[in-house]
């Protein structure tokens, strides 16, 4: 049986997944690991990846291709996505990561993030009826993907990241009400100037739209709602999210000062200031569409960048 890893250098995390292909072309998950690196740290100042997060992200790529060798894989994919694509300098980072692991990593678009990341969603929920609207919320962009059945209407990259708006926005810990409002302002303005224009998702009369969130945002809401000491991927794949819990949620992080919100059951240590901003882009999308309730997908771009590479169809 073929073994594959996938590498997925995001603006927030690096993450890996090693897994077996079977004859129907099936995912069988093997190994995962992640580190919260912060790659895109302080790039706010002069849209340049700066030294340490580049340090911190080559030692990690560097482990996890050494873990995925001694699982014996056939072929590394990895990808980067939103603050490698917008950064200065960040062909150098690329060629910096083949210099010294080995790894040739491929530049992902907007348009390319959001299509591997539906080949993974899709993968978990294989009941295609209806409109569907997947989100996956990143450190550095958010992407929107709109599906009827099987068929892709509309695919958006939003520069909403939840590393760049905490940067911006809070100043204080925890954030003040006018930060926190500020932060409201531009993910509404942002969302509606994208969502609302020409014939774009919120223009198509669309009934019983079902809403789906991946990536590490939606899945750490979750393991916080049903407080998760442990993360469990088989109780997150399908978990429902109402707004009212999500709301919840928000109102209580957002008047707790971070060293307390860590302690939060089922909150990803490295993840208490930017799960703020995470939360918020959450409740906007359910607002600017009339959404109560979001399912979550712990599968997206890790698995859609396999799902790929052995020639699945979405």
């Given at each position: 049986m073929p073994r594959y890893a996938s590498i997925d250098i995001g603006t927030q995390t690096i993450r890996l997944l090693i897994a077996d292909s079977d004859s129907r072309g099936n995912l069988i998950p093997v190994y995962r690991d992640r580190s919260i690196i912060r790659l895109g740290e302080g790039m706010t100042a002069n849209n340049c990846l700066q030294e340490r997060p580049v340090e911190r992200a080559l030692s990690c790529i560097n482990n996890f291709t050494r873990t995925a060798h001694q699982y014996?894989?056939?072929?590394?994919?990895?990808?980067?996505?939103s603050c490698v694509r917008e950064a200065q300098n960040g062909k150098d980072f690329l060629e910096a990561v083949y210099r010294e692991t080995g790894v040739a990593v491929r530049l992902l678009s907007g348009d390319d993030e959001a299509g591997l990341s539906l080949r993974g969603v899709q993968s978990v929920f294989q009941d295609n009826q209806g409109h569907s609207l997947i989100i996956?919320?990143?450190?550095?962009?958010?992407?929107?993907?709109?599906t009827n059945g099987a068929t892709v209407e509309l695919m958006e990259s939003i520069p909403l990241g939840v590393v760049h708006l905490s940067e911006k926005y809070f100043h204080n810990d925890p954030p003040l009400p006018k930060e926190l409002s500020d932060l409201t302002d531009?993910?509404?303005?942002?969302?509606?100037?994208?969502?609302?224009?020409?014939?774009?998702?919120?223009?198509?009369?669309i009934n019983n739209l079902r809403l789906i969130g991946t990536a590490g945002?939606?899945?750490?809401?979750?393991?916080?709602?049903?407080?998760?000491?442990e993360y469990d991927i088989e109780k997150i794949n399908g978990c429902l999210l109402t707004r009212d819990k999500l709301e919840h949620i928000y109102d209580t992080i957002t008047l707790i000062s971070s060293n307390i919100r860590i302690n939060y059951p089922g909150l990803e240590p490295g993840r208490e200031v930017v799960i703020i901003s995470g939360t918020r882009i959450i409740l906007s999308i359910m607002d600017l569409f009339g959404l109560w309730e979001i399912s979550v997908s712990d599968a997206g771009l890790l698995e859609g960048i396999l799902l790929e590479a052995i020639g699945v169809n979405a």
């Amino acid at each position: 049986m073929p073994r594959y890893a996938s590498i997925d250098i995001g603006t927030q995390t690096i993450r890996l997944l090693i897994a077996d292909s079977d004859s129907r072309g099936n995912l069988i998950p093997v190994y995962r690991d992640r580190s919260i690196i912060r790659l895109g740290e302080g790039m706010t100042a002069n849209n340049c990846l700066q030294e340490r997060p580049v340090e911190r992200a080559l030692s990690c790529i560097n482990n996890f291709t050494r873990t995925a060798h001694q699982y014996k894989i056939q072929k590394i994919f990895a990808v980067a996505t939103s603050c490698v694509r917008e950064a200065q300098n960040g062909k150098d980072f690329l060629e910096a990561v083949y210099r010294e692991t080995g790894v040739a990593v491929r530049l992902l678009s907007g348009d390319d993030e959001a299509g591997l990341s539906l080949r993974g969603v899709q993968s978990v929920f294989q009941d295609n009826q209806g409109h569907s609207l997947i989100i996956d919320i990143g450190g550095g962009s958010t992407e929107l993907i709109l599906t009827n059945g099987a068929t892709v209407e509309l695919m958006e990259s939003i520069p909403l990241g939840v590393v760049h708006l905490s940067e911006k926005y809070f100043h204080n810990d925890p954030p003040l009400p006018k930060e926190l409002s500020d932060l409201t302002d531009h993910i509404n303005f942002a969302l509606s100037n994208t969502c609302n224009n020409n014939n774009n998702v919120n223009n198509r009369g669309i009934n019983n739209l079902r809403l789906i969130g991946t990536a590490g945002t939606v899945t750490t809401l979750a393991a916080m709602d049903l407080k998760m000491t442990e993360y469990d991927i088989e109780k997150i794949n399908g978990c429902l999210l109402t707004r009212d819990k999500l709301e919840h949620i928000y109102d209580t992080i957002t008047l707790i000062s971070s060293n307390i919100r860590i302690n939060y059951p089922g909150l990803e240590p490295g993840r208490e200031v930017v799960i703020i901003s995470g939360t918020r882009i959450i409740l906007s999308i359910m607002d600017l569409f009339g959404l109560w309730e979001i399912s979550v997908s712990d599968a997206g771009l890790l698995e859609g960048i396999l799902l790929e590479a052995i020639g699945v169809n979405a």
